[in-house]
């Protein structure tokens, strides 16, 4: 390649089957540790130059234990941590963290919110508002019935960074795409909106997906944001109950093998640098 490539969208953990319950029995072959010396030979027979490391458990040990593996891992090139946007010294806390150069950004695990528009307290989007003004990023994890609220979240801070996780998990395995499709394209005017093609093979038959099931899904992506809002990620190691990390790869690889340099460049690393302004 003659780019570089980062994967915007990878975790790590040290497995605790209390704190780690969503890790369910069907899901077996993550409930061990995954660390950096598990994924860096398969970046290395990639040519993958860098990743960014996001929280899989909701709490603030989650951020320094990620923040202390980049420390020690020059490929983990940022971390997006976890932060309760309600909490009443929330700008103490993000105060605190800008000194660490490597954190770019917080997600919650919105997915899982019983009440689904939760990104619209106006607790959460005071805490969300203060964001920018230490220049960071923040990831939507959020299921297709929540792209209606995640829209008029993104609408109401337009100088924000955003990016929507993992397509905002497609019902792939059902081929269910028209309402998701309708909801998705409605982010074509956010300029400050990108989206991450990652997550989908876990989305589809675990067994039995083929690489034009995903197809349909990403031309939407494609249409909505354009090559220069779409980051590649693998979400190693949650990959790993549908495949791999190079299947995960190849289907971004046979996707985009048509565009131009640029826009592969773009894609596979330059987009994901730009918005985790990383080094």
């Given at each position: 390649m003659n780019y570089p490539i980062i994967d915007a969208h990878q975790h790590f953990w040290r497995y605790d089957p209390l704190r780690d319950g969503w890790i369910t029995e069907e899901m077996k072959i993550l409930q061990q540790d995954y660390l950096p010396a598990d994924i860096e030979p398969i970046y290395r027979q990639n040519q993958i130059s860098g990743s960014v490391a996001v929280q899989a458990d909701p709490s603030e040990n989650e951020n320094y234990f990620l923040l202390e593996l980049a420390a020690q891992h020059s490929f983990v090139k940022g971390v997006v941590g976890w932060i309760d946007f309600e909490s009443e010294d929330l700008e103490e806390k993000l105060d605190n963290?800008?000194?660490?150069?490597?954190?770019?950004?917080f997600r919650q695990l919105l997915q899982g919110e019983k009440q689904r528009d939760s990104m619209l307290r106006p607790g959460f989007k005071k805490g969300l508002g203060l964001l920018k003004k230490y220049g960071?990023?923040?990831?939507?994890?959020?299921?297709?019935?929540?792209?209606?609220?995640?829209?008029?979240?993104?609408?109401?801070?337009?100088?924000?960074?955003?990016v929507i996780d993992h397509l905002a998990k497609p019902h792939i395995k059902q081929w269910i795409i028209s309402?998701?499709?309708?909801?998705?394209?409605?982010?074509?005017?956010?300029?400050?909106?990108?989206?991450?093609?990652?997550?989908?093979?876990?989305?589809?038959?675990?067994?039995?997906?083929?690489?034009?099931?995903?197809?349909?899904?990403?031309?939407?992506?494609?249409?909505?944001?354009?090559?220069?809002?779409?980051?590649?990620?693998?979400?190693?190691?949650?990959?790993?109950?549908a495949g791999n990390f190079d299947d995960v790869k190849q289907i971004a690889d046979d996707y985009f093998n048509s565009f131009s340099l640029s826009e592969q460049s773009d894609f596979f690393g330059a987009n994901a640098m730009s918005f985790y302004q990383l080094t």
């Open positions: 963290y800008s000194q660490f150069n490597l954190l770019k950004g960071y990023s923040y990831d939507l994890l959020i299921m297709p019935d929540q792209l209606a609220y995640a829209e008029q979240l993104v609408a109401s801070f337009p100088g924000q960074r955003f309402e998701w499709k309708m909801c998705m394209k409605k982010f074509a005017p956010y300029q400050n909106v990108y989206c991450k093609i990652s997550g989908m093979v876990t989305e589809a038959n675990w067994e039995y997906w083929e690489e034009y099931d995903f197809r349909p899904y990403i031309d939407v992506i494609l249409e909505t944001f354009g090559t220069k809002r779409m980051m590649f990620g693998s979400d190693w190691p949650v990959c790993l109950l």
